[in-house]
């Protein structure tokens, strides 16, 4: 299973970003998830999105400001991404989880995807 994560680069804070990526055939029955990676830091949860779509969870940080989305006729999802600060730069993983839900943790999600760096000025 290949994941393909796409749609970072350099914002302004307070800017946007919309993070897309894509999954194999078989991921539209399993929950998907972002985390991301700052340097030096630990792997952090961002959000996760059930196989239908329709729970959804977000790390405190991102709470109000992202929004996670997927379209599974197109094997895709989405992280919306606004009023970003300096404190969200960092490494973007998109990532498969083992079941149709899934939550804040790493080992709750089976593939991984590349990574996609998403760098917000001050």
């Known amino acids: 299973v290949q994941l393909q994560a796409s749609g970072g680069g350099l914002v302004q804070a307070g800017g946007s970003l919309r993070l897309s990526c894509s999954f194999g055939r078989t991921g539209s029955n399993n929950a998907m998830g972002w985390f991301r990676q700052a340097p030096n830091k630990e792997r952090e949860f961002v959000a996760s999105?059930?196989?239908?779509?329709?729970?959804?969870s977000y790390g405190d940080s991102v709470k109000g400001r992202f929004t996670i989305s997927r379209d599974n006729a197109k094997n895709m999802i989405y992280l919306q991404m606004n009023s970003l600060e300096p404190e969200d730069t960092a490494v973007y993983y998109c990532?498969?989880?083992?079941?149709?839900?899934?939550?804040?943790?790493?080992?709750?999600?089976?593939?991984w995807g590349q990574g996609t760096q998403v760098t917000v000025s001050s």
């Open positions: 999105i059930a196989w239908r779509g329709g729970t959804t």
């Open positions: 990532a498969q989880g083992l079941r149709p839900f899934a939550g804040s943790k790493s080992s709750e999600y089976r593939y």
